[in-house]
């Protein structure tokens, strides 16, 4: 699997992701490769021998990405880069890391498998959402992880519709409304009660928050199927729909939301032994074998 470009794209003011993000500059050095380092970590490295770039720019040009970081580095950057089908891999240095594989302490090792071609890759859709006002599309954006229909103060509720593929499903007074795919099912919808979809299900999850009824519970639906969600005139405005918890769109008393696949997919590189349920074991602390 020749990768001959290589975006470098790091979490800034960061000791950690600065030592790793120097370690696979002097790696991309060896192996000739041209690098795109992004503009806001350039300042991290030592040396010369790359080139400064946004993220739309190593989109357009690289053959490979590599995140460091946490999570939430990646979901900001992948949700430009599946724009332009760039394989993306991660190395963490933040928290729980479910999207960034490579461990920091063993960069190099791993790196050398991925460019000789040992590794896997896999391809996660991600979301389309936009917000409608009196027929009128208002704004849009994408999610890799989930949609989140939501009030913009804590602890309020609102009153809202919801339908798939124009079929009424439930009307609900909440504090929103969880709209997560198989990758972000162990992000945020996992927090509110919702299934761990594995990652080659074709599927979403819609999770209520904080139900005011005990008969709510969330759903699983076809991934093709279009969710729409109707909200109350009787609420009062300061809504929003958030994107990742990155992008947040406004929305009005009265606004429609319309979720639906995005044609994107996000590209992700993993090393070779990776196994998702060896990262749902280790991250989320359940039982290894008994025997």
């Not at 790793?20 to 021998?49: D, Y």
């Not at 999570?71 to 729980?96: C, E, P």
């Not at 103060?153 to 009307?171: L, P, R």
């Not at 699983?220 to 199927?225: K, T």
Request: with cysteine; proline share 4%; aromatic share 6%.
């Amino acid at each position: 699997m020749p990768f001959k470009t290589i975006g470098l794209i790091g979490k800034p003011a960061h000791e950690g992701a600065n030592k790793s993000l120097n370690a696979i500059l002097q790696f991309l050095k060896q192996k000739g490769c041209r690098i795109l380092v992004e503009s806001k970590v350039t300042s991290m490295l030592h040396g010369n021998g790359f080139e400064a770039a946004d993220l739309e720019e190593i989109g357009l040009q690289a053959d490979l990405a590599i995140v460091v970081g946490g999570d939430g580095n990646m979901l900001g950057a992948a949700r430009i880069l599946a724009k332009h089908d760039v394989a993306v891999v991660g190395v963490n240095r933040g928290n729980l890391g479910f999207l960034t594989d490579i461990n920091p302490d063993d960069i190099e090792r791993q790196l050398e498998s991925i460019f000789q071609g040992e590794c896997v890759r896999e391809q996660r859709f991600i979301l389309q959402v936009e917000v409608y006002r009196d027929g009128a599309q208002q704004s849009s954006n994408s999610a890799i992880n989930e949609v989140v229909l939501h009030h913009g103060k804590v602890a309020h509720m609102m009153e809202f519709e919801v339908y798939i593929d124009d079929n009424f499903v439930f009307s609900q007074r909440s504090d929103g409304l969880i709209v997560a795919t198989p990758t972000g099912s162990t992000a945020y919808s996992l927090s509110g009660g919702g299934p761990i979809l594995t990652p080659n299900l074709d599927a979403v999850t819609l999770v209520p928050m904080f139900p005011h009824t005990l008969s709510s519970r969330p759903i699983v639906v076809d991934a093709n199927s279009v969710i729409r969600t109707k909200v109350s005139f009787d609420n009062t405005d300061n809504l929003q729909v958030s994107c990742d918890s990155h992008i947040a769109l406004t929305v009005l008393p009265g606004d429609e939301i319309r979720i639906r696949k995005n044609k994107d997919r996000l590209s992700l590189i993993h090393p070779k032994d990776y196994n998702y349920f060896n990262v749902l074991r280790t991250k989320l602390g359940w039982g290894s074998k008994l025997y």
